[in-house]
Nanobody, 123 residues
Framework: QLQASGGGLVQAGGSLRLSCAASGRTFRAYHMGWFRQAPGKEREFVAAFSWSGGRTYYADSVKGRFTISRDNARNTVWLQLNSLKPEDTAVYYC??????????????????WGQGTQVTVSS
């Protein structure tokens, strides 16, 4: 129900735009998030967009470089990745939750996950 795309190979300093298209249901009332998992590491929070109020949240490691956005009419969320660094190399996953009492930062609170898209940043 969530399809992530847009990953690829890019040089350090470059940019990518990841997309997450939802199907099968509307995610208008869901918080949407992006997580990533690098080789040998646990999956970690990257960014989230609240279902209302337009609030956004970012991991400290990506603040000022990544931007999350959403278009409810298109049932799509994007993650703009700028000033990429080799340490941003990971599989990026989009996720959705309607657990309003949960945490934007905790992957266990997200019920729906995309399949992931690989981002590789060369030095």
């Amino acid at each position: 129900q969530l399809q992530a795309s847009g990953g690829g190979l890019v040089q350090a300093g470059g940019s990518l735009r990841l997309s997450c298209a939802a199907s099968g249901r509307t995610f208008r009332a869901y918080h949407m998030g992006w997580f990533r998992q690098a080789p040998g590491k646990e999956r970690e929070f990257v960014a989230a967009f609240s279902w209302s109020g337009g609030r956004t949240y970012y991991a400290d490691s990506v603040k000022g470089r990544f931007t999350i956005s959403r278009d409810n009419a298109r049932n799509t969320v994007w993650l703009q990745l700028n000033s990429l660094k080799p340490e941003d190399t990971a599989v990026y996953y989009c996720a959705a939750t309607n657990d309003y009492s949960g945490s934007y930062y905790y992957q266990g609170d997200y019920a729906y996950w995309g399949q992931g898209t690989q981002v590789t940043v060369s030095s």
